[in-house]
């Protein structure tokens, strides 16, 4: 159960009385704070006024049902980022992956049972809080990250990426355009595995596309790398001997970051990061950070890109 101060804003979504009820008397037992809509229309209404961070989602409902809901929520900037569960009784597979295709991240089979319903609010509002946290993260170590679904939507971006995109005169569509024609959507469909990358152009820019994560099902963490610093990794992993994740942490090291924006923008642990010192500091002979930082921007300093 949530302690007063930390309480979670639940939306429910359903055209049946009886099932508003028996939700919100179970939410509110869990100490949530419940908002309710008995159509589409007034969920989006409700949401775009008091954002909630989770939304319990009735599939068929008259007028606007919640498929289309959903769908619209997914296009709300501000919304798109709420995790959507969606309550049915269909039992047919093509209305639950149909579900999952429009943006929800869950699904529970009518008649519902409490327990579970709870279980999974409680492990989506979890999963959203790590995902905004990892996002914050990013933001502010200056990580060009950013997020997309299987059908090209960019689904979020930090602010360096954005304005990266600016210099370049490009948007987050015309990007997304960019993903489906090079063959990006191709490859994350195949799930590659985690830090994999793909070589595209942006306006004229060589960039990797580097998976840093899968927060959500069909959604992607990604992460623009320059060439530049696959070329420079690669000639500190020569010089130093260094593995390749060795090479790595020296680089960004060398730019003045602490083991936390290591661990960050590299989605490893701190702890892992000091692991990989302490081999980095044996092959470089030096015996401290800044020694090591010293060595690296003197040999750097020397390469033409």
Sequence with gaps: MQTVDNKKMILIVDDTVESLSMLNEALSAEN???????????????????????????????????????????????????????????????????????????????????????????????????????RDALNEIGQLAFSCNLKGEILWCTSDTSELLGKWDTNVVQLAALLEQQGVLTWLARQPEKRSQTLVS????????????????????????????????????????????????????????????????????PRTVNKHLEPIFRKLAVENRTSAAAVSLGFLSGISL
């Design 202 to 269: 942006v306006a004229g820019h060589n960039m990797n596309v580097r998976i840093l994560a899968q927060p959500n099902p069909g959604e992607f963490l990604l992460s623009f790398v320059a060439e530049d610093d696959l070329y420079l990794c690669d000639r500190l992993r020569r010089e130093f001997s260094l593995t390749e994740r060795e090479s790595e942490v020296l680089l960004w090291l060398s730019r003045g970051k602490s083991n936390q924006d290591i661990a960050q923008i590299l989605t490893m642990s």
């Design 32 to 134: 949530y704070t419940v908002l309710v809509a008995m159509d589409g229309e007034q969920a989006l209404t409700i949401a775009e006024r008091m954002k909630p961070d989770l939304i319990l989602l009735d599939a068929v409902m008259p007028k606007m049902d919640g498929f289309a809901t959903c769908e619209a929520l997914k296009k709300n900037v501000e919304l798109q980022d709420v995790p959507v569960i969606f309550m049915t009784g269909l039992s047919d597979s093509e209305d639950i992956v149909r579900g999952l295709k429009t943006g929800g991240v869950d699904y529970l089979t009518k008649p519902l049972v409490l327990e579970e319903v709870l279980a999974r609010v409680e492990v989506h509002l979890a999963n959203a809080r790590k995902t905004q946290s990892i």
